[in-house]
């Protein structure tokens, strides 16, 4: 259990401190009332608008570039078995998912569990909340929890559309809340919790795991309040869950559907050159015995005139012994010299989750340590959903 403990722990820190990144400098923006205009075509990426600012990384560009060519295409059916990436290693295909599901023992089409679990942790098929980050919704899974019949689980994971995962996530009808406290009661596990909503979550924990590549994923996003989409790694290595690293490929918040966040997360007295570095501790009582603060992060974001839900996006990341370097529709946000983070040089997994609320943002403020609970979260624009179509992980030949 420490492990896990210290992982929970870990990761509502995390959103804490994204919370100190990014409150100082980015005005809040209500979806809802940006007009939409001919000139203005929502969807259009204007490169030349993407500017750094001042919590971006020294050693991004300021600008990306039109002439780096997209790395792998959208086209699911034409999977590169071989790329060359974008720091320009010859790379080759080791593990994808296409999303197009596979048939389940009941005829339906699922997420494929010889790639994914749907729950935080390997081992416990019932682990079912992120409990250190607040969130007020349930990861589900149509195979737990195991005491209640397969009929009244809620399914969040549906393919709708060829080759597409939905993640979706749904308010409890008063019968399934209560079947899922029951059910939670009767399982005695500790993070099971009275919470209004479900969600979905994929994690290749166990499946695979790899050191160095290239990982890109296309996901389509959601702008509803309350929204907290993720794709992310974690390390495993040895068996063991250490807890930072943490390397944030994508973060998004449904209410600004127009930022997101790729940074990642070091221990204690690892740093990546020229990276924004952000101590936090005491309001987490993430203190050690000296009271030092005892985790510190690196941190980079993209702003650009962009409505990231009206379409599919690549969030990418490449990572070798001297670098990591972040991806956005092909073009590299940012790059870091990473040889002096030797947390980064070990086995990591692959997470896609829909978070619901949660102690990650303010609504507009994005205040420290403010909690998103279920009076914050925008239900009546649920099913929210969270579209993917691929993820592939390149490897170095
Ligand atoms: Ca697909």
Not at 315 to 327: D, L, R, S, T, Y
């Amino acid at each position: 259990m420490a492990p896990v403990k210290k992982i929970i722990v870990g990761c509502s820190v995390l959103m804490v401190a994204l919370s100190v990144v990014l409150a100082n400098d980015v005005p809040f923006v209500d979806y809802r009332q940006v007009k939409k205009t001919d000139e203005e075509p929502v969807a259009a990426i204007n490169t030349s608008k993407v500017e750094a600012d001042k919590n971006t990384v020294s050693s991004a560009p300021e600008a990306v570039t039109e002439s780096q060519p997209r790395v792998v295409p959208k086209d699911k059916d034409a999977v590169p078995e071989q790329i060359t990436s974008p720091l320009g290693v010859s790379m080759k295909l080791k593990f994808h998912d296409e999303f197009d599901g596979v048939l389940d023992a009941d005829g339906q089409r699922y997420v494929d569990r010889s790639k994914w679990l749907t729950t935080f942790w390997q081992g416990d098929s019932e682990r079912s909340l992120w409990e250190g980050n607040k969130e007020v919704g349930l990861y589900v899974d149509k195979d737990f929890p195991s005491v209640l019949p397969r009929e009244e689980r809620v399914n969040p994971f549906s393919f709708e559309k060829s080759g597409v995962l939905t993640i979706n996530a749904t308010k409890f009808t008063p019968k399934q809340r209560e079947a899922y406290v029951a059910a939670g009661k009767s399982l005695g596990k500790w993070y099971w919790k009275d919470l209004p909503y479900a969600s979905g979550l994929l994690v290749s924990d166990g499946k695979f795991t790899f050191t160095y590549g290239y990982v890109e994923a296309r996901l389509k996003l959601l702008a509803n309040r309350g929204a907290w989409p993720a794709f992310w790694m974690l390390p495993n290595h040895d068996g063991k869950h250490p807890w930072p690293p943490e390397i944030d490929i994508l973060e998004f918040f449904g209410h600004r559907p127009t930022t997101f966040t790729s940074h990642i997360i070091l221990p204690k007295g690892e740093k990546v050159p020229g990276w924004k570095i952000t101590w936090y501790g005491g309001q987490d009582k993430q203190v050690d015995a000296n009271g030092k603060k005892v985790q510190t992060w690196a941190t980079l974001r993209d702003k650009k005139d962009l409505f990231l839900t009206e379409d599919f996006h690549t969030w990418a990341v490449e990572w070798n012994e001297k670098e990591m370097a972040f991806f956005f529709d092909g073009k590299e946000l940012a790059r870091g010299d990473i040889s002096g983070c030797p947390s980064l040089h070990k086995p990591m997994y692959l997470l896609i989750n829909l978070a619901i609320g949660g102690r990650w943002f303010s609504d507009e403020s994005w205040q420290l340590g403010q909690h998103v609970g279920p009076a914050d979260v925008d239900e009546a624009s649920m099913p929210w959903k969270m579209e993917c179509d691929y993820v592939r992980v390149y490897q170095a030949d």
